[in-house]
């Protein structure tokens, strides 16, 4: 197919107007603000109320718009696996995502995004794939070493946030970039935090200026290097990956495209692993236990301190994988995924017009007790094949689901299992008694103070 026909133009729609949403139970709240300070201070505590007292289908009113908000695994399956392309994941992130990452691959809708998909795809494959754990394994080696050189406590969520970018700069962009990288790496941190900044337009001194000019300094850099990757100077990088990716038609992807798909990506994968990978070993401070458990099938690999990580050897980490995964049911990394309806749709009984916003919420889900009983507990046998064998394919959806499941989700659990190769094979960490870390819950789990912990050698 070729691409001239899949660039459609955006797909329209009108809101609806709010006493059409009405036969759907809820609280808006105040005028102008609704519920937005509600959900921000308190989202997980906030949506389990509502769910306590509406049932899975709900209208409530955040970010200036009526929203509908769908609960529990059937909503997950209907929204996210979408069979019927009812929804789109375009209109539904724009507002967040539109100004600092447009057209990045999760926002793209139908045959669009199935093509780009592909085309980015090759940069996922096995042999891209080895290329990265080598940069990935070399880094975290490195940096962890560091750290056991210098024990004592730490504050983890703002170390691990420089090793994922320092990370994400040597693997996605190669690890010859030379002294650009820490401008382009601040260029970043300021394109993130604008996504998520309350005030959403660019006005002088706030963070959204800041992230809009972030974005100015990434695209020339993109641009400057796209011949350059796709001439004699492209490694095995993922960017040099995407500059010789092609469409099926054979054509390569326009400049516009690679420089939108690295920024999303870049983006994506530097936020969402930081908030993974801090929950995770904080779950391992407070579980010594499962800590003791995971470093001996790390030590069981019979590696060296130094040794470099193989495909292989991060094959023999099941447990690993699973406490990782159990990590990502207590705080997801996208707690909420916003949708919006493009044509009218029933759930529950209740009919929504087409318009709507919509949005599920992994992070109710994930805590449903029905599914998940004592679901603050830690319990990393919750994902042996027979404890999964009979739970709801979408009751576990922190990538996603359906044609936008995270296309970067086997880069996640191979940088996790490296990580945690070297962490527990070089450091002991604990949290010192009564210590409790205080969480934010949105937009992306962050600890509050950093989470502190202590790190000793092994």
């Given at each position: 197919m070729s691409m001239q026909n899949v660039a459609t133009p955006a797909l329209q729609y009108t809101a609806p107007k709010r006493?059409?949403?009405?036969?759907?139970?809820?609280?808006?709240?105040?005028?102008?603000?609704?519920?937005?300070?509600?959900?921000?201070?308190?989202?997980?505590?906030?949506i389990e109320r509502n769910g306590a007292k509406y049932g899975p289908v709900y209208r409530t009113h955040i970010f200036g718009?009526?929203?509908?908000?769908?609960?529990?695994?059937?909503?997950?399956?209907?929204?996210?696996?979408?069979?019927?392309?009812?929804?789109?994941?375009t209109h539904g992130w724009n507002n967040?995502?539109?100004?600092?990452?447009?057209?990045?691959?999760?926002?793209?809708?139908?045959?669009?995004?199935?093509?780009?998909?592909?085309?980015?795809?090759?940069?996922?494959?096995?042999?891209?794939?080895?290329?990265?754990?080598?940069?990935l394994d070399r880094g975290i080696s490195a940096r962890v070493a560091q750290w056991k050189a210098k024990p004592g406590e730490m504050q983890l969520y703002p170390a691990m946030k420089q090793l994922t970018l320092d990370l994400a700069a040597a693997s996605f962009l190669g690890a010859d970039i030379g002294p650009e990288v820490?401008?382009?790496?601040?260029?970043?941190?300021?394109?993130?935090?604008?996504?998520?900044?309350?005030?959403?337009?660019?006005?002088?001194?706030?963070?959204?200026?800041?992230?809009?000019?972030?974005?100015?300094?990434?695209?020339?850099?993109?641009?400057?290097?796209?011949?350059?990757?796709?001439?004699?100077?492209?490694?095995?990088?993922?960017?040099?990956?995407?500059?010789?990716?092609?469409?099926?038609?054979?054509?390569?992807?326009?400049?516009?495209?690679?420089?939108?798909?690295?920024?999303?990506?870049?983006?994506?994968?530097?936020?969402?692993?930081?908030?993974?990978?801090?929950?995770?070993?904080?779950?391992?401070?407070?579980?010594?236990?499962?800590?003791?458990?995971?470093r001996a099938e790390v030590l069981a690999l019979g590696l060296a301190p130094g040794a470099p990580s193989s495909f292989d050897d991060l094959e023999k980490m099941p447990l690993t994988e699973m406490a990782f995964k159990e990590a990502l049911r207590i705080k997801p990394p996208v707690p909420s995924m916003p949708r919006r309806a493009m044509r009218d749709f029933a759930f529950?009984?209740?009919?929504?017009?087409?318009?709507?916003?919509?949005?599920?919420?992994?992070?109710?889900?994930?805590?449903?007790?029905?599914?998940?009983?004592?679901?603050?507990?830690?319990?990393?046998?919750?994902?042996?094949?027979?404890?999964?064998?009979?739970?709801?394919?979408?009751a576990w959806v922190p990538f996603g689901g359906g044609a936008h499941m995270c296309l970067g989700l086997h880069f996640a659990y191979m940088q996790a299992k490296c990580f945690a190769r070297h962490f527990l094979q070089n450091i002991e960490v604990s949290l010192e008694p009564g210590y409790k870390p205080d969480w934010q819950m949105w937009p992306i789990p962050k600890p509050r103070d950093g989470l502190r912990v202590r790190v000793q050698a092994v």
């Open positions: 006493n059409e949403l009405t036969h759907i139970p809820g609280d808006e709240g105040w005028p102008i603000v609704g519920m937005t300070f509600r959900v921000l201070a308190d989202p997980k505590g906030h718009e009526t929203n509908v908000v769908l609960l529990g695994p059937e909503a997950n399956e209907l929204v996210l696996f979408d069979q019927q392309k009812l929804f789109s994941s967040v995502l539109g100004l600092l990452f447009p057209r990045g691959l999760m926002l793209l809708d139908f045959d669009e995004h199935r093509l780009h998909r592909k085309a980015l795809s090759v940069a996922f494959k096995s042999g891209p794939m080895k290329s990265y754990l080598s940069d820490n401008e382009i790496n601040r260029a970043f941190v300021d394109m993130v935090a604008a996504a998520v900044a309350p005030i959403r337009r660019p006005l002088p001194g706030t963070q959204m200026a800041r992230g809009v000019k972030g974005r100015k300094r990434i695209i020339a850099y993109f641009r400057e290097q796209i011949p350059l990757r796709r001439g004699n100077h492209g490694g095995d990088d993922l960017f040099s990956q995407l500059c010789r990716a092609t469409h099926e038609d054979g054509a390569l992807l326009s400049e516009q495209d690679i420089i939108d798909h690295m920024s999303f990506l870049m983006m994506a994968a530097h936020d969402t692993l930081t908030s993974s990978l801090t929950s995770f070993i904080g779950e391992l401070a407070a579980n010594p236990d499962w800590q003791t458990k995971l529950k009984g209740y009919t929504v017009p087409a318009g709507t916003a919509v949005g599920v919420n992994p992070l109710y889900t994930h805590h449903m007790k029905d599914i998940w009983p004592e679901p603050d507990r830690f319990d990393p046998l919750r994902f042996t094949e027979e404890a999964q064998r009979n739970r709801h394919r979408f």
